[in-house]
């Protein structure tokens, strides 16, 4: 029913554009470079943030990528690789620092490409023009966490940047024709259904190429978990989150690549939803609603 999958989904697959863009097995590589963040500063940062050390810090990028390499290798030998520069904030630091992590990971067999996290606010001008020369280089996307559209809710989540920063950011690396695809969460606090089906009406006019979407949850020593003990704003069921997200994938344009489409928390360090930890039932749920609407991707789009 749907052109973009290769497995009855009706939303487009990171699966399906991976076989059909490297004509085989992908896997993406997190690495922790320890770049930290700009909106942590003075014990800040994003109040769903989980402040501490962090996986793989303090581990060369080199040795990351090898123990992951190492494991995969085993059971797809020809298997191919993109360096995913996840942790924090990939382009807060030096430009000369940063060339030396991303070419590292390039240099190495088998390396495709790279997708580096970041936030709209941290890319100055020598680091978008040296990302639009690596992307003549290599597959090059850009990871940009906006969370939401509704400037109330992203004052509250302290993310520390406006709209119109993320929509300048998107512009800029667009100019460079460098993919994009961006972060929402689902269930942040006091939003309600339309308003999260507004952000994502927002992103299908853009030109982003992909989206990960998030659910919300509370990890155990952060600044939400406090809010969430004070306030008990309402935290979102499953078949909440299954609803709108179906919503939401009706709403986007069908050429946009669904990167992510829940969350997937420590499951020693999530107090809620604990039904977030039961990854697979979340996504056939998703599967299931989709089949029983008779729907798919972009539906509803109107340009």
Known sequence: MF???LDN???YTLNYYNKIKYKGKVFKVSLNAGFGCPNKKNGLGCIYCYNGSGENRGMDIIEQFNKVKDIVSKKWPNSKYIGYFQADTNTYAPLNILKDNYEKILKLQNVIGLNIATRCDCLPNDVLDYLGELNKKTNLVIELGLQTIHESTSKLINRGHTLRQFEDA???LRKRNIDIVVHIINGLPYETKN????????LSKLDIQGIKIHMLFIIKGTKLEELYNKEHFHILTKEE?????CDELEYLREDIV????????D?????????????FGVLNEIDKEMERRNTYQGIKYRA
Do not use: F, Q, S
């Open 170 to 172: 998107v512009k800029e």
């Open 3 to 5: 052109k973009y999958t």
């Open 195 to 202: 308003m999260m089906i507004d952000t994502v009406k927002y």
């Open 241 to 245: 989150y299954v609803d709108i997200v």
């Open 9 to 11: 989904k009706r939303y």
């Open 258 to 265: 669904i990167n992510r489409i829940t969350g997937d928390p």
């Open 267 to 279: 499951k020693e360090k999530v107090i809620e939803p604990i039904w977030l930890i039961k990854k």
